[in-house]
């Protein structure tokens, strides 16, 4: 097995797959022609023609988009991703491990292999027609994130924000990518119907490290910066810590609540590092690459919140881990929370208004007075 630094890349290698091998369909050519970039600092498109290896992307054809969870860790049920895969390539990424299951690797190939679903808004659509569904918040994404680097060119995402707002299905939404800021527009006829909030997850505030650990992500700053352009278009913004990395990120909790608090936004969360599978390995190789002087003290760390292990599958303790450590990290990010006036009101997103007509039945439903099904509302 061949370990070595990959330019613009998380992980340094491709480690071995759980799962069968599975037929796949190349993606058309106008799609497939690969830009090898990384993201500057100002969010733009970096050239390195010199990089080694090109991004593929393949059609995934699910004829679904909306993903059912029943954990009792998360605060969603629904969530919807039109990729799998994730070209931003954070070493961390719990989602790794998924693309096994499509005879891919959790290394190289979940950043540079990226499954599309060419046809999720239509299918979104199709969901929220059925007789069956029942108006809830959406996740917009759940596993891997729904504004990567080729949603610029496919505009899935925006699609698909269009057909909630059509429908009148609350999403809550959450990315590290600032061109979240190019569907300002549909995102604010949405707030104006409390039916979005947008939610950047930042890790830290060190611009390097982000780099190392995030190569494709949109700078901490972009960050920052999105957080403001949605608080001053009225939009409900927060952020999210995640992950928080025992030994190497847990000290900036107060800095980035602080920074993130001024720049408007009204809600936080956080989650503790998580190493599932082979997302273990990657992680310790990419420690040791990068961080040789503090491998020892990070790993360590991990132990501490994990029970002597490095991951905790246990409901209640994977996202929060357990032990004086994890209750000193939890402390600190309520104590700045309140410090800096986080989380002291709850966003809520309306049902209410939904409603699977299009908006041509939609008028003649309310030409003939019949009225618009109503449903409790749901928080955030």
Same mark, same amino acid.
């Given at each position: ?177 600032? =061109?979240?800021?190019?569907? $300002? ?6 707030? #104006?119907? /409390?039916? &979005?909030?947008?939610?950047?997850? *930042? ?51 107060p800095a980035i609540l602080k920074e993130s608090s001024e720049r408007g936004a009204i809600f936080a969360g956080h ?10 390995? =990657?992680?310790?190789?990419? $420690? ?6 503090? #491998?020892? /003290?990070? &790993?360590?760390?991990?132990?501490? *919140? ?31 929370c309140n410090k800096y006036h986080l989380n002291e009101k709850q966003v809520k997103l309306a049902t209410s208004l ?27």
């Open positions: 097995m061949i370990k070595q630094k990959t330019r613009g890349r998380g992980a340094g290698f491709n480690p071995g797959n759980r799962f069968e091998r599975l037929r796949i369909e190349d993606f058309p050519d106008d799609i497939a022609e690969d830009a090898p970039y990384i993201i500057d600092e100002n969010g733009e498109e970096e050239n390195f023609p010199e990089r080694k290896i090109p991004t593929q992307y393949f059609i995934d054809d699910s004829k679904s988009v909306i993903a059912k969870n029943d954990s009792e860790d998360l605060g969603f049920e629904n969530s919807f991703n039109p990729y799998r895969g994730c070209e931003h390539g954070c070493i961390y990424c719990y989602a790794r491990p998924s693309h096994e299951y499509l005879s891919f690797s959790a290394g190289l190939d979940f950043e540079t292999k990226i499954m599309v679903k060419p046809n999720a808004p239509k299918l979104l659509e199709a969901e929220l027609k059925k007789k069956s569904y029942v108006p809830d918040i959406i996740m917009f994404s759940g596993n891997t994130d729904c504004y990567q680097p080729l949603e610029k060119k496919l505009n899935l995402t925006r699609g698909a924000l269009k057909v909630c707002l059509k429908y009148r299905n609350p999403v809550s939404l959450i990315t590290k990518n600032s =061109l979240v800021q190019r569907d $300002l527009d549909v995102l604010k006829e949405m707030a #104006e119907l /409390k039916l &979005i909030s947008v939610c950047l997850s *930042i890790t830290t505030l060190d611009r390097d490290l982000a780099r190392r650990m995030e190569p494709r992500t949109s700078s901490p700053e972009k960050r920052f910066e999105t957080i403001e352009v949605m608080a001053k278009n009225n939009i409900p913004a927060g952020v999210n810590i995640a992950p928080v990395i025992p030994g190497l990120t847990d000290e900036e909790i989650a503790m590092l998580r190493l599932p599978y082979s997302v273990k390995d =990657l992680f310790l190789d990419w $420690l040791k690459k990068e961080f040789p002087e503090k #491998e020892s /003290k990070i &790993i360590n760390r991990i132990k501490e *919140i994990r029970g002597g292990k490095l991951n905790s599958y246990e409901w209640g303790e994977r996202l929060a881990g357990k032990g004086e450590f994890a209750e000193a990290v939890h402390s600190l990010f309520k104590m700045s939904f409603n699977s007509k299009d908006q041509f039945e939609i008028f003649e439903s309310l030409d003939s007075s019949s009225s618009l099904p109503w449903y409790k509302q749901n928080s955030c």
